[in-house]
């Protein structure tokens, strides 16, 4: 073929008119890394349906995620998933697609949000991107006791890539406070988990080894630092960690269960003591009203229970706790329809209101900043 290809311009039915107001049936397809996702959500809130493959298992032998197999697998999963998610409900009556444009992995951000083009492209409906790192916050607008939620609010968004801060004075203002400087606080319960010998995806191995320590804390004999703890800012860094618990673990020759136990609940109380405390540090400074807590790592039991802890232990009694269900904690797609439904068009487009096809494209170093 020669030339560049012809493509159609926009048909006025994309331009739709946008109020929040609007009863809104969103389509949404999430494809930024392993998992392969589509859900159907009604008004931002009401779970139609919630649909995730994941690709997760295929990546262990490798020791990491390997992005040629997930997109070749985002591939083989994307129209099962988004059918299966269709059940019971029909294309005919959805009313704007969501898809993810990252940040992600590249391949795996194509499948997805080519894919949500094609269908916009074929129905003539709408289509609203969606930042992932953002996203995941919407959950505990699904999910939690809402009337227990006030601005300004303290949003800590922590998964496999991201560790970050946020100030949410309303639904749609949002202003970025701190994160990682180096590995997410996923990444380190990944990493630390596949040393002792657990797979990938490893936070959760660690969480349940921790509940298994029959050591007291303050007579264990592992100990590791709590990363950027004492410093002034907002940030957080979990390499370093990483590299205390490799030091520790090689001094050991027999790595028996209570060993490894024993370390799953140094590593487990390291993240979640400096995650814990840089958030109501932050709620402190701007006299936050709730705290939410969202990402895979939100899912951390012992995470939660912290919270709650310390909120009863200072007598913090101003401040709620909000954490959306474990399995809206990790990857899926129902938190971009959330996304979508109460942000809007709010990344690539000046104009508030769902987009046309046609400015819609993956973006793999899509900013934590940019909303
Ligand atoms: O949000 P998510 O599914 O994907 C990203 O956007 O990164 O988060 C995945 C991360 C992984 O690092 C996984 O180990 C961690 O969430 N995770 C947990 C738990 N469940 C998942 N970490 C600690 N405790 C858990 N229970
Ligand atoms: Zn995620």
Redesign the pocket.
């Known amino acids: 073929m020669t030339g560049n290809p012809v493509i159609p311009s926009p048909s006025t039915s994309l331009r739709v008119n946008w109020s929040r107001d609007l009863s809104m049936n969103i389509l949404a397809i999430e494809t930024?890394?392993d998992?392969t996702a589509a859900a159907v959500v009604e008004d931002g809130t009401k779970i139609v349906s919630n649909v995730v493959a994941s690709s997760t298992k295929m990546h262990e032998k490798y020791g990491g995620i390997v992005p040629e197999v997930a997109a070749r697998e985002q591939l083989r999963c994307i129209i099962p998933v988004i059918t299966e998610a269709l059940v019971g409900s029909s294309l005919k009556n959805i009313d704007a697609i969501a898809v993810t444009v990252g940040p992600?992995l590249i391949g795996s951000l194509l499948v997805g949000v080519e894919t949500a083009k094609t269908i916009a492209f074929a129905t003539g409906k709408p289509i609203i991107p969606v930042n992932?790192?953002l996203a995941?916050m919407y959950a505990n607008f699904l999910d939690s006791d809402q009337k227990n939620l006030h601005f300004p609010a303290i949003s800590l968004v922590?998964?496999?890539?991201?560790t970050e801060l946020y100030l949410m004075k309303s639904i749609k203002d949002l202003t970025w406070l701190g994160g990682t400087l180096d590995d997410?606080?996923?990444?380190?319960?990944?990493k630390t988990?596949r040393l002792l010998g657990f797979g990938?995806?490893?936070?959760?191995?660690?969480?349940?080894a921790a509940k298994k320590c029959q050591m007291l804390h303050d007579k264990c004999q592992i100990k590791l630092p709590r990363p950027l703890l004492h410093d002034d800012t907002l940030n957080f860094s979990f390499s370093g960690l990483k590299t205390a618990v490799m030091r520790e673990w090689k001094k050991y020759e027999d790595h028996s269960e209570e060993l490894i136990n024993t370390f799953a609940h140094e590593i487990?109380e390291s993240?979640t003591d400096v995650l814990v405390e840089k958030t109501l540090r932050a709620a402190k400074k701007y006299h936050a009203q709730s705290i939410l807590v969202?990402?895979?790592?939100?899912?951390?039991?012992?995470?939660r229970e912290k919270f709650l802890t310390k909120l009863r232990s200072n007598n913090i009694t101003n401040l709620t706790f909000h954490a959306p269900s474990?399995q809206l904690?990790?990857?899926?797609a129902v938190i971009i329809a959330a996304a979508a439904y109460f942000r809007g068009s709010f990344i690539l487009s000046e104009v508030e209101g769902p987009t046309d096809w046609h400015t819609i494209t993956a973006v793999p170093n899509l900013s934590v900043e940019e909303i």
């Open positions: 930024s890394c998992e992600g992932h790192v995941h922590v998964s496999g890539g991201h997410a606080a996923g990444e380190c319960f990944d988990a990938h995806g490893g936070g959760l191995a660690i969480q349940v487990q993240i969202s990402g895979g790592v939100a899912a951390n039991l012992r995470l474990p904690c990790t990857d899926n």
